[in-house]
């Protein structure tokens, strides 16, 4: 186990990321407190997901930058070393071939840092909104 020095949280891992402290309450505050260098990134997936998707709510839902309409439609996440991008599995399936420059695994798409493609981030959330591919809120 390992605790951070800062909050004395407990991890499995090794200097877990996580929040120290109180959780941020809207996405821009996630974004601002990420590194510095992060988060240039993380502000272009937002404005990208906003143009996509206009009528969705921006909302922080598992501690993450969510867009949400009467369900989780996607969510995005500063890591170490890339971007957490979480349209479901069926979104990683359906663009499979459009995904083949990036680590994917279930539901994720791991964008590493200066290689966001917002056409692309775009695309994948209008489908995931289009077909309601989206979890149910619970």
């Known amino acids: 186990m390992w605790k951070c ?25 996630y974004i601002i407190r990420q590194d510095a260098e992060k988060q240039a990134d993380l502000f272009l997936i937002r404005q990208a997901l906003r143009q996509a998707l206009p009528e969705a709510e921006e909302r922080i839902s598992w501690s993450m930058p969510t867009y949400w309409k009467k369900h989780n439609i996607l969510h995005f996440a500063a890591s170490k070393k890339h971007i957490g991008f ?32 917002t056409y692309l981030i775009q695309k994948i959330a209008r489908w995931c909104w289009d077909t309601e591919n989206h979890e149910a809120e619970t």
Do not use: M, W
């Not at 800062?6 to 809207?26: A, I, V, Y």
């Open 5 to 29: 020095p800062k909050c004395g949280k407990e991890f499995k891992n090794t200097n877990q990321s996580h929040f120290c402290g109180e959780k941020p309450k809207t996405i821009e505050e």
């Open 86 to 117: 979480y349209p479901g599995p069926e979104a990683v399936v359906e663009f499979k071939e459009e995904l083949k420059k990036y680590k994917v695994d279930k539901g994720t798409i791991r964008i590493p840092y200066g290689n966001v493609d």
